[in-house]
């Protein structure tokens, strides 16, 4: 593991597992549009690697706010990972199941509260089980420890921000979804919504930076796509703000760590009459 790189191998972790400061954690995440596919606990409770509680983004989330899973105050974020067995000593692996959709965000979030001690597991479980891991379907119970979170604002874009970044374009937005959704060719899957982008972003699909075997790309490979952005300051954004970690992952491997993430994304931006939607037409 480099200490310059935020993913780490399922060789290394294997090489690491009994290690007393490392927890693993479980973020397997699925969107509730996708019907078609079990939820994000019910991919944990089938399996999971041994020892690793659940960290649930719906659960450590903002529960006033009304979109979903966004990032909860520091005192809420706290109390939530230390239940998980994290204390600030810990070094913290994050998978999931459903290729690098919310460990990126679990990482993102650890690193808007404070904690850079957070890496993310290239490749998921899939890399888990090639790598020879076992699985096990009980769920942990790991001892509370006591963890204190610092808020980085910096990492983090509310939607007056983002008014302001449009309005002067003296920031990068790059957006993680496809890009039909970015250009308003096709739909959005939350169908109140109307698709298209904000003015002046530019579209990096989340998938369009991994591998065909669900790793992320190498740092060479991700220069054509990234190179651009990486002298800029750069804010993150996708639907809901969980794909938007993939990019900040990806910048992160690529040597800017210092990308925000727009929490609301376009759930909130579209939402919003008052805010302008630009389209490829």
């Known amino acids: 593991m480099s200490a310059r790189d935020p993913l780490v191998s399922a060789g290394w972790l294997r090489d690491q597992a009994a290690s007393p400061d490392l927890v ?96 993310v597991l290239d490749g998921g479980l899939e890399a888990w089980r090639t790598a020879g891991g076992t699985i096990e379907t009980v769920p942990a119970h790991p001892a509370p420890r006591d963890f204190a979170a610092t808020h980085r604002p910096d990492l983090v874009r509310d939607m007056n921000a983002m008014r302001s970044h449009v309005e002067k374009a003296d920031v990068k937005i790059l957006d993680a979804r496809a890009q039909g959704r970015f250009d308003g060719t096709s739909p959005e899957p939350r169908a109140d919504l109307p698709s298209g982008h904000m003015p002046g972003s530019f579209c990096v699909p989340a998938t369009a930076l991994l591998s065909g075997d669900g790793k992320m790309l190498t740092k060479e490979d991700l220069a054509p796509i990234l190179g651009p952005f990486l002298e800029s300051q750069v804010v993150t954004s996708c639907g809901s703000g969980v794909s938007a970690a993939v990019i900040s992952l990806a910048l992160a491997r690529s040597g800017n760590w210092d990308a925000a993430l727009y929490d609301g994304s376009w759930s909130e931006w579209a939402a919003n009459s008052d805010n302008p939607i630009a389209t490829a037409s």
Request: hydrophobic share 40%.
């Open 24 to 119: 693993v954690l479980d973020a397997t995440w699925v969107p509730p549009f996708l019907k078609d596919r079990p939820n994000g606990k019910s991919c944990y409770q089938s399996g999971h690697i041994p020892g690793a509680p659940y960290f649930d983004i719906d659960d450590i989330a903002d529960s006033s706010s009304g979109l979903k899973h966004m990032i909860p105050s520091a005192g809420v974020f706290a109390a939530k990972v230390g239940a998980l067995g994290i204390s600030n000593k810990s070094r913290v692996v994050v998978y999931d199941s459903n290729s690098f959709f919310a460990s990126a965000r679990a990482w993102w979030m650890f690193r808007a509260m404070g904690h850079e001690h957070v890496y």
